[in-house]
């Protein structure tokens, strides 16, 4: 396989995985819809950041030293679980305050904070970077160049932030926010149960 064709072939499937849902969506579309669309862009971002940390990760050998260290996976993947379940309920916690009281609820104040939440949520499970290190060892040769590894961290920099700064647009316009408005208590408990139940989903895993 060429390495033009490899790279495509990365690409697509970083791209599709990007696109499945799970709660890094839950998170950007919520704060895009009912905060702003400078949270929603600032959490695409922390989202690109978190991709791309994992990436490097998993292109210097973390599934290696995961994979010999059982206990650090496991405190790693407890991490992330009840971090899940703290925003789920920090998210139902706030369903039924207005807007404005609602973002101090759900922990995201301000866009920076937004950043660090979303960089949180993209880094709570470690199977990405396990995900990452299958995907990379199917379309990259065995010893690829620094270059090649340069080029693979832009790729999936630029395919998160990218496809979740996309979300952030579509769903900060009008209609999606009015919507929301209308339906804040109902749609919230909803995104939070839904945050809630992936990070037990995620504790439960431990036990694999």
Known sequence: MSSDLALVGLATVLLLGAMSPGPSFILVARMAVAQSRAHGFAAALGMGIGGGLFALAAL??????????PAL?????????????????MIWRG???????????????????????????????????????GIFAAFL?????????ATVLALVLAIETGWYTL??????????????????????????????????NLLWSVRE
Not at 62 to 69: D, E, T, Y
Not at 142 to 147: L, M, R, V
Not at 171 to 180: C, E, F, K, T
């Open 60 to 69: 210097i050998g973390l599934q290696s030293l995961l994979a010999a260290v």
């Open 73 to 89: 996976y496991v405190g790693v993947k407890l991490f992330g679980g009840a971090y899940l379940v703290y925003l789920g309920v």
């Open 95 to 133: 369903a039924k305050q207005p807007l404005a009281a609602g973002e101090a609820g759900a922990a995201c104040g301000s866009s920076a904070r937004s950043f660090v939440v979303a960089l949180g949520t993209q880094l709570s499970n470690p199977k990405t970077a396990i995900a990452y290190t």
């Open 141 to 149: 040769p065995e010893k690829a160049s620094i270059s090649t590894g």
């Open 167 to 200: 979300v952030a647009l579509v769903l900060s316009s009008p209609a999606p926010r009015a919507v929301y408005l209308r339906g804040k208590t109902w749609i919230d408990r909803g995104v939070g149960t839904a945050m809630g139940l992936l990070g037990p």
